[in-house]
């Protein structure tokens, strides 16, 4: 092949040597989610992965559902895996279906036990357990495994016509019990389970297990590089196993890599799901959720979670990530991206004395600074304006460096302010604030370089529109004192609403989705309804 490439990680090295040394003449990967739950971040990881070296080595790219446990699937999460596939960007070749090949897969299985291979056997799940050892000791020869090819032919087809009873027979490969390799003791290969397939209906009563279809399924679409995660390495022996027997002539290559674990947060479809159904989060989209479709609607720009993992890289030994990294991608994106809005979470009005009331002072800012595209929008200054209450104090801690008593602030994009009054309420908090604004202090004025004590956001009261504000905290809390249970690790506070914030219309103006820096706030999306959800915050919080 003569395909230029450098490779960045140990999958794409062996690849390389792959394609040298004639073993594959292309490169076909495959994506092969089980549809029992929405992809999470660390799906996303595999994603790239697999998608990245298809652009990569401009091969090719499989949808493979997984979908051979037909108690646990469901058709609502295939169209959400697809959904969430797409909107990371990444396009498959081929959707396809484990069950597509039940057929297939039966008739390989034949085929093995004419070979001498496969036998049915009788023992219970739990006397298999029973029998296979332990790593010290090797397992127990069922005293199943020496039936004639004939007699297992007719039992495994009499599992299959439904004559026996669920769990009440098995199909194992006839490999080694005293393999110091567990998985290659005679691992089942079909059960019998009466479940309805969400795709083949009630066509099958026996299932192929995963360890069977697997290796099939992948050699039947002709994928080269099959890449898991680290907990399949001890299964490699097998699966290799599996395509030996079948017979392919161009056996796939299992390569393993170090799963995704990311601190405080949850990586497992089964308890994201038990998070969904006991109401713990809103659903699987639920903006807290690691999946992707809650980062999604969070407002993680896709162009930043895959930033996020090609930072992380790929690695043979397991790590965990500290999730400050993937806000740091996200800011950045964002930071490219996202217009600039004023927003005053703690509305204070400020009176601008020396303005008359129907003044109207119109100033031109830049939606983002970062991008030279972005455009420009209009603010109104107004005689009554909401600055944030934080940003007033009576009594300014050492180095405060907002407004205080007669001193001068800059309104964001527009004049300089002067204090000269405060009016108070009974109980002594400040109700309102007076100031005038010195005029000629517009950028470019004669008095836009009087020394300021620093710029706040504004927004004027009679444009002002009501917004509230979700604030979103990590949804588990530090394991600690031992606790690593993830339900006694949920966070009460992950999420904070604040309403009655006052926002600029411009924050309305591109719909709902559209991302927001909220100036001196942080970066928010919003969510419809007047609800932005906060997607990160401005500075990293993180303690190195
Ligand atoms: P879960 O335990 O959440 O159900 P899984 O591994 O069973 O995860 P699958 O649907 O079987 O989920 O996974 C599809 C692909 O995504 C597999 O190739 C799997 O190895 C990969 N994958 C799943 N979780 C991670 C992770 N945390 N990091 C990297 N890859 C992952
Ligand atoms: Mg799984």
Redesign the pocket.
């Known amino acids: 092949m003569d395909i230029e490439v450098t490779p960045s990680n140990f999958i794409e090295d062996i690849i390389v040597e792959d394609l040298k040394s004639g073993r594959y003449p292309y490169v076909y990967t495959r994506?092969?989610?089980?549809p029992?739950?929405y992809l999470?971040v660390?799906?996303s990881?595999?994603l790239c992965i697999n998608f990245g070296i298809k652009e990569k080595f401009r091969g090719r790219c499989n949808l493979r559902f997984?979908d051979t446990n037909p108690t646990k699937e469901d058709v609502e999460y295939v169209e959400s895996i697809k959904e969430d596939i797409r909107w990371l960007g990444f396009e498959w070749d081929k959707e396809l279906y484990a069950s597509d090949y039940f057929d297939r897969t039966y008739e390989l299985a034949e085929k093995l036990i004419e070979k001498g291979v496969a036998y049915v056997c009788d023992l219970s799940a739990e006397e298999i357990r029973l029998t296979r050892g332990t790593l010290n000791e090797p397992g127990k020869e069922s005293p199943y495994r020496n039936r004639s090819v004939e007699e297992n032919l007719t039992l495994f087809r009499e599992m299959k016509a439904g004559k026996y009873a669920d769990g009440s027979k098995v199909l194992r490969a006839k490999i080694d019990m005293a393999s110091p390799n567990i998985n290659m003791r005679d691992p089942v290969l079909y059960r019998i389970v009466r479940a309805r397939h969400h795709r083949t209906g009630d066509k099958w009563c026996i299932y192929p297990m995963y360890d069977f279809a697997h290796p099939i399924g992948d050699a039947l679409d002709g994928i080269t590089h099959s890449i898991?995660?680290l907990e399949f390495e001890d299964h490699r022996p097998l699966y290799d196993w599996v395509t030996e027997q079948c017979g392919f002539v161009m056996p796939p290559r299992q390569i393993e890599f170090a799963?995704?674990n990311i601190k405080n947060t949850i990586?497992?479809?089964?308890y994201l799901k038990k998070l969904v159904e006991d109401g713990t989060v809103t659903g699987w989209n639920d903006p807290r959720m690691p999946t992707i479709s809650g980062m999604r609607e969070r407002g993680y720009p896709p162009a930043a979670i895959k930033e996020f993992c090609a930072r992380v890289g790929v690695a043979k030994a397991n790590s965990e990530v500290d999730p400050s990294l993937m806000e740091f991608c996200v800011r950045e994106e964002l930071n490219r991206t996202a217009d600039r809005a004023m927003v005053t979470e703690q509305p204070l009005k400020l009176v601008i004395d020396n303005m008359a009331d129907d003044e109207e002072c119109e100033f031109s800012v830049v939606n983002n600074p970062n991008s030279e595209t972005s455009g420009t929008h209009t603010v109104i200054l107004r005689k009554e304006i909401y600055i944030d209450a934080s940003d007033f104090s009576l009594n300014p801690p050492p180095k405060y460096k907002r407004l205080v008593e007669g001193g001068l602030i800059r309104l964001k994009g527009a004049y300089i302010l002067r204090h000269t009054a405060t009016k108070l309420r009974e109980d002594g908090s400040v109700e309102e604030i007076h100031c005038e604004y010195i005029e000629h202090s517009e950028s470019g004025g004669i008095n836009a370089s009087m020394k300021v004590k620093g710029t706040v956001q504004w927004v004027s009261v009679k444009d002002a529109v009501d917004v509230t504000l979700n604030k979103y905290e990590s949804l588990l809390v530090d394991a600690k004192d031992g606790v690593t249970d993830f339900n006694e690790r949920i966070n009460p506070h992950s999420l904070t609403v604040v309403r009655g914030a006052k926002a600029e219309p411009f924050v309305f103006a591109a719909g709902k989705g559209a991302t927001f820096q909220f100036m001196r706030m942080a970066y928010y999306k919003y969510a419809g309804e007047g609800v932005f959800y906060r997607i990160v915050e401005l500075k990293d919080s993180f303690n190195k």
């Open positions: 994506f092969p989610p089980e029992n739950g999470h660390g799906h990881k595999s997984d898991c995660t799963r995704l990586m497992s479809k089964r």
